[in-house]
């Protein structure tokens, strides 16, 4: 998911916005970047679902629950509205 929405730029067909979506992830395209619509919650709801399920399942063994964390904290960070379009240390910028 993170692969998907928050590394892969510009788009997999052609747009008519004349070049602008080239510079952007999808998860900035997605709506014409406006914040919390119902697709968004969906995309911020089901990793946070995962997590609780693969915590369970695992019984909140410590290894697990830290490699979950970590994973959960690598999705959700980048989906804030603070950080729509912030490239952090250049990552990404081109």
Known sequence: M???????KGTPFETPDQGKARLLTHWE???YGVQFTSSRK????????????????TKYDPAHFILNT??????LIPKLPQLHGVRIFGINKY
């Open 42 to 57: 969906f995309f911020t709801i089901s990793p946070i679902i995962l997590y609780f399920l693969a915590s369970f399942y």
């Open 2 to 8: 993170y692969v998907f929405l928050h590394a892969v």
């Open 29 to 31: 395209q997605l709506d």
């Open 70 to 75: 970590a994973s959960l904290l690598s999705v």
